[in-house]
């Protein structure tokens, strides 16, 4: 299966040791000969000391789901030898430090040792260094076992090492010298490498927290406030990086307040009082923050306060895998907080859709005088995806939603016929008019509760008004559906029975399976789901076919009972394909899960 | 109670301030809290304070968190956007606000469950991030609105109204906040309007974090024989004497003369004084540790130091520390904001 521009490489290494930035030189490289790459790094909670690794799946193709079977090896921890010599397909390659000589039990693979360890004691007496360029060593011995065009990596060693420039040719010292001995003693390039090709033209290499970070600056936000945790963290990051070259005034003075808060609870406190006094505001966490913000998130629902959340989710329950990827918030977010609530959420696909749908968010909440969480996750938010460019359109008008200022309070009654009241809906799409602190000396003045409450804000104990409040809010969500981003639809058979409902980071892994399965005469319809609450197309979608299959990362089919209380899909339609591992998910499990249910006989026999 | 609307008519010789507001402008809807409840007091010490220092209502924002006390802002400024929050979390949803709008008087209300328990850590950060806020907590010693428990500012000598004792030591918030670095620390009652009113103008003026602990008696839980936090107990070891200020705003001229260096002057960033009497060696406010010194002496004789406590002359906040531009935020222009095509084509260029 695998060949030129298409195989499967993954390095063994230790964290802290200076691999990842060596093997993120090596997927920019092969990015920058035009080969589409997903590179997903497998990394430990840990800062120093434990097993990490880093896979890179190449594919002209352009299939960036990562996939199992490893074809080259790059086993550098003797930690995990054992498990990384399994993971090697039969007619593979290992390529190891032969400093210490092993016998690999494997008879089906070619072993490629380098006493590269050897080699940079040798060259180098700086201990530091003789560590740090073992990694480029195997990045030198890798262009020529693949053919990596040498002029390629060294603009991508000087990118990567900017501002550090007199490191450039110590690195390249590294990298010829891995070069020089791949090339002498083994034969060059193996079956497995790279040409130049033309598919990632075009293309940018970004992470999503790096792209959402930016989405937040071109949707305005000035209040970013926010607690550490993994994978969110570079979310917040990057949105300072990005505010201090594009949003410092000429005298030094800043257009945005960043507050790294005491915890979780305070991060979304600060960002809902922004949004309460008319910033763009938001936090960005991961699901335990979410759990502690959960209070406030019923707050601002119900005060009708607009703030954007981004939410990078990781592996739960509890603490869980906070180092691996999931699905697992939807339920949680959906509905974070007690008493009747909901939440309005963004399902990016990829770091393109973070940095749109995250500026698209700020103007829905503000829209909508609500929370929205855009749900992205830690395969999208903190690998690299090679992905189209950000594009905006500069005669985009950032919708401000329906805020007054002093003036238009004044003519209110004039404009539409009545009073201004906070919680009136005057328009009959369930979204009444707010107004900030400080408009008008004597007018539009409300308190901001979250204890129940009249139209005109008033604290009230009738039952009669806090059931028409509420109701007025879920029409509120009637209109959220048609404005939020709409699902997309792949038609292959159009009286096709089988449908296939996707979102998020899953998206390559189900393109690719989907193809294949056409390819092997199954064709399956699918809807790629983007928002929540859902366009009226996401039940016009399940209605048309006779069962779906619902593909997610988490153990209890969140989506799919969401679909079913939600869009009223019966769930006997409804085929939970589940994956909870906490690792990217693969075309081949897509694959597997279908065909079970359409083709057992040939699973079987498979 | 709440299903009494307040009339609005006033009597038309009620005096005016500088903005021709009197003082019903600057009042709220009718309280619901029991009558004789010290914050009551507070509430219109409150009000007596921006009336006279002519601020124009809509410029404050009120903001509290949960329980009698965060309750209160209802009952005054009903011309100012107000917010309750959640249990605890008022200094997060302030500070968000003003990083919005540095622009408006931020008055915060808590109470001693409020802040001392529920929200102590979100209280210690604004402290620390120089939020710039009058912070009142109004302490009463007890949970009133679940009916009397213990909060965690009761002294340990103070017994419950039923005769049990209360076994933990009480938090002192005004020491707290001395160590953490807030600005302006004061404490007071909410039975001597004197002191009350002129301690909160000050801490509306103060740039930073100004904190006024003032005790005021839950005359239905927590204000019986045994109560060190009753009215009579407050009054009969109140040490309000111990340093006496004046708050003068900038357009006043200064009549009060006092002995020469027993009293010293501070102005504040709007450009008022606080004039600060009866200085001696034993208490100058702008002394840290001296502040630390004479409330806790006070305390160990079972009486209570209050007045200005402590004042810090580098008035500094949360925007000074950030650096953030001089407009609020809020009013910035998505112009401003949203750097454009052309800025994103570049920072594509770099992730090619």
């Known amino acids: ?606 | 109670m709440s299903y009494i609307a307040k009339p609005s008519a006033h009597h038309p010789a009620l005096p005016k301030n500088a903005l021709g507001l009197t003082r019903r402008d600057y009042e709220g809807t009718m309280s619901t809290l029991c009558a004789g409840c010290g914050h009551d007091s507070i509430t219109a010490a409150i009000i007596e304070a921006c009336f006279e220092m002519d601020l124009p209502a809509h410029r404050i924002a009120k903001v509290s968190g949960i329980g009698c006390s965060s309750k209160a802002p209802t009952y005054f400024l009903s011309r100012s956007h107000g917010f309750n929050s959640v249990h605890g979390r008022m200094p997060s949803i302030t500070t968000g606000a003003n990083l919005a709008n540095r622009d408006l008087v931020y008055i915060g209300v808590s109470g001693d469950g409020d802040t001392a328990s529920i929200g102590l850590g979100q209280f210690c950060h604004a402290v620390r991030r120089r939020l710039n806020m009058t912070y009142i907590v109004m302490n009463n010693g007890c949970y009133g609105l679940t009916k009397g428990q213990f909060s965690a500012t009761n002294d340990k000598s103070s017994p419950s109204k039923k005769g049990e004792a209360n076994p933990f030591e009480a938090i002192d918030l005004c020491q707290m906040a001395i160590q953490l670095g807030a600005g302006f620390v004061a404490r007071s009652f909410s039975g001597d309007k004197a002191q009350l009113i002129p301690l909160i103008k000050a801490a509306i003026s103060y740039k930073g974090f100004a904190f006024l602990d003032v005790i005021s008696p839950c005359v239905t839980f927590n204000n019986h024989p045994t109560s060190t936090k009753s009215y009579d107990y407050v009054r009969a070891h109140n040490m309000a004497s111990e340093n006496q200020l004046d708050y003068v705003e900038h357009k006043e001229e200064i009549t009060v003369d006092y002995a020469e260096g027993s009293s010293a002057s501070i102005e504040m960033h709007d450009g008022s004084l606080l004039l600060l009497h009866k200085l001696d060696q034993q208490h100058d406010p702008r002394n840290a540790d001296a502040a630390l010194m004479t409330i806790r002496t006070n305390a160990a004789k079972g009486s209570v130091a209050t007045g200005l406590l402590y004042i810090s002359q580098d008035q500094q906040d949360m925007h000074d520390v950030l650096a953030t531009v001089e407009q609020p935020l809020n009013a910035a222009s998505m112009a401003d904001l949203c750097p454009g095509s052309k800025a994103l084509e570049a920072i594509n260029a770099r992730l090619r």
Not at chain 1, 206 to 218: E, S
């Open chain 1, 1 to 606: 299966m695998s060949g030129i521009n298409d195989f499967v490489v993954k390095f063994a290494t230790v964290n802290g040791s200076g691999s990842a930035s060596a093997n993120t030189i090596f997927a920019k490289t092969l990015f920058r000969m035009g080969i589409p790459v997903a590179p997903k790094n497998i990394f430990p909670s840990n800062i120093q000391g434990l097993p990490t690794w880093y896979e890179v799946r190449v594919s002209e193709a352009g299939h960036l789901a990562r996939r199992d079977g490893i074809d080259l090896m790059v086993a550098m921890n003797p930690q995990t030898f054992n498990e990384d010599l399994a993971e090697v397909v039969p007619g593979g390659w290992l390529l190891y430090d032969s400093t210490l000589a092993r016998l690999w039990q494997r008879e089906d693979i070619s072993v490629l040792g380098i006493p590269i360890a050897e080699m940079c004691a040798a060259k180098w007496s700086d201990p530091r260094q003789r560590q740090l360029f073992k990694n480029m060593v195997y990045v030198g011995a890798l262009t020529a076992l693949l053919d990596i065009d040498p002029e390629v990596l060294k603009g991508t060693v000087t990118d990567q090492l900017k501002g550090k420039e007199k490191l450039v040719a110590a690195n390249m010292e590294a990298v010829e010298l891995g070069r020089a001995y791949a090339a002498a003693q083994f034969d060059c390039p193996l079956p497995i490498h790279v040409r130049q090709a033309e598919r990632a033209k075009g293309k940018i290499m970004v992470t999503g927290n790096d792209a959402g970070g930016l989405g937040a600056i071109y949707g305005g936000a000035t209040v970013c406030a926010w607690y550490p945790i993994t994978p969110s963290t570079s979310l917040a990051e990057a949105f300072e990086k990005y505010a201090r070259r594009m949003r410092v005034t000429k005298d030094g003075k800043r257009l945005y307040g960043i507050v790294q808060a005491e915890d979780e609870l305070a991060a979304v406190g600060v960002a809902i009082g922004g949004g309460w006094s008319g910033a763009r505001a938001f936090t960005a966490t991961s699901g335990p923050g979410i759990s502690l913000m959960s209070e406030f998130l019923g707050l601002a629902y119900f005060a009708e306060v607009p703030v954007v959340l981004y939410n990078v989710q990781r592996g739960g329950p509890s603490t869980g895998m906070p180092t691996r990827t999931q699905q697992s918030d939807i339920i949680s977010c959906a509905y974070a907080s007690h008493g009747d609530t909901k939440h309005v959420l963004l399902f990016p696909a990829n770091p393109t859709e973070c940095f749109s749908m995250g500026a698209q968010a700020f103007d829905l909440a503000e829209r909508l005088q609500t929370p929205v969480i855009v749900m992205s996750d830690l395969d999208i938010g903190m690998n690299e995806w090679v992905t189209d460019p950000f594009v905006w359109d500069d005669a985009h008008a950032h919708d401000r939603g329906k805020v007054l200022d002093a003036e238009m309070l004044d003519k209110f009654k004039e404009l539409k016929g009545r009073d201004w009241g906070r919680y009136q809906d005057i328009d009959g799409d369930g979204i009444p008019y707010r107004t900030l602190p400080g408009t008008h000396p004597t007018k539009g003045a409300f308190f901001t509760r979250g204890t129940s409450h009249d139209e005109n804000a008033r604290y009230t104990e009738d039952g009669r008004i806090h059931a028409r409040i509420i109701d007025r809010i879920r029409r509120k969500f009637e209109t959220a559906a048609t404005l939020v981003p709409k699902p997309e639809a792949t038609i292959r058979d159009k009286s096709g029975k089988t449908g296939l409902i996707y979102f998020g980071a899953t998206t390559p892994a189900v393109i690719e399976a989907l193809e294949q399965l056409e390819r092997e005469g199954v064709k399956v319809n699918a809807m790629r789901i983007k928002a929540f609450p859902f366009a009226k197309e996401v039940a016009a979608f399940c209605d048309a076919h006779e069962h779906i299959f619902v593909v997610e990362q988490n153990r209890d089919a969140q989506m799919r009972s969401l679909l079913m209380t939600e869009a009223d899909v019966p769930g006997t339609k409804l085929i939970a394909a589940l994956n909870y591992d906490g690792m990217p998910l693969t075309a081949a499990f897509v694959r597997s899960a279908v065909l079970k249910e359409l083709r057992p006989a040939q699973v079987a026999a498979e």
